[in-house]
């Protein structure tokens, strides 16, 4: 059984991008900047975001933190976003989710400039992925791709299945996999005998938020298992989607949580940055 690390794996890419950035300091006259905005006291949140700042920290990217209190309005925050729209230092933005409830999710991330979308989430990206066109890819699944290309795993011919059909996670990676040439099924919470489904899958992709919901009646001998799920067990430990101790001895690989798709997530983002900074300086 082959452990994907994506912790050790996206270390890897954060160490090429960070000489990058060393390269693009000769180069260009400024570094890549990626502008997070965090409306709110999310604990989650406040965790993700020092993260990103951390990870563009260590690459040498700039970064810049906004934050607001709760009470902060979807015009004012639409304002906000307008402004980075229009500063030419700023290659990407991301709005922290989840927002406040009077604010609408959908207005705010419709009013990113799609060039500078790094989280791939305004409809004009979701629209060029959907259509196979190059754009910016929303962070996990693109984090999933690099970790198949990474073990070598060619998906062309394969048996995809994806359990969970979200915009973040389930459809973009469905997508990606079928533009790498691979069958797939989408799963969610109406499909019949799931069992069954997953149980054809070469490549078995969990994205569900259910603590070790797929155990080894779902998975097929020699299968790679992503687990992109990220939920506490019984014991408040953090765990996947996938009952690893159960599935390890029956799969060819698979990503453990913590240590697999979460690390290679930031890693993406900062790729998404750098990508933007290269559109921005054509
Ligand atoms: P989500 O929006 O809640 O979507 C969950 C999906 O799972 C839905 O499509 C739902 O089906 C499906 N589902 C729920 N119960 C099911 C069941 N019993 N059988 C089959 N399908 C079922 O979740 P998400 O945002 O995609 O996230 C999924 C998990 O990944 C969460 O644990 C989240 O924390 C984690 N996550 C991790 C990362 C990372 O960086 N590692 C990033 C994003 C998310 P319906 O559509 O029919 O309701």
């Not at 912790?7 to 400024?30: A, F, N, W």
């Not at 965090?38 to 990103?52: E, I, P």
């Not at 054809?200 to 994205?207: E, G, S």
Request: net charge negative; aromatic share 4%; hydrophobic share 40%.
């Amino acid at each position: 059984m082959m452990r994907i690390s994506g912790k050790d794996i996206s270390l890897k890419i954060k160490d090429e991008i960070k000489e990058e950035i060393e390269k693009i300091k000769v180069h260009y006259p400024r570094v890549p900047q990626l502008a997070v905005i965090l409306v709110g006291d999310n604990q989650a949140s406040q965790t993700y975001v020092r993260n990103k700042e951390r990870g563009c920290q260590y690459v040498g990217m700039d970064s810049l933190v906004i934050r607001h209190e709760e009470s902060f309005t979807e015009e004012q925050l639409l304002a906000e976003i307008e402004m980075l729209n229009q500063n030419d230092q700023v290659d990407g933005i991301l709005v922290q989710l989840p927002l406040p409830r009077h604010i609408c999710e959908d207005r705010v991330l419709e009013a990113i400039d799609p060039s500078k979308d790094v989280d791939g989430f305004h409809p004009a990206n979701v629209a060029r992925l959907f259509l196979g066109q190059h754009s910016l890819v929303p962070c996990t699944p693109k984090g999933m791709m690099v970790l198949l290309d990474q073990i070598g795993y060619d998906l062309t011919g394969k048996e995809v299945v994806v359990v969970g059909r979200s915009h973040i996670v389930g459809k973009p990676v469905a997508l990606l996999c079928l533009q790498s040439n691979a069958t797939v099924t989408i799963a969610h919470s109406h499909t019949e005998n799931l069992k069954e489904v997953c149980q054809r899958a070469d490549v078995l992709i969990a994205a569900v938020g259910k603590a070790k919901m797929i155990n080894s009646d779902y998975v097929k001998d020699g299968a790679v298992v992503l687990d992109v799920g990220i939920n506490r067990d019984d014991n408040n430990k953090l765990c996947g989607d996938v009952d690893y101790e159960d599935v390890k001895d029956k799969v060819y690989a698979i990503t453990p949580v913590p240590g697999g798709i979460g690390p290679m997530t930031i890693t993406m983002l900062l790729k998404n940055t750098l990508e933007a900074f290269y559109n921005h300086m054509k």
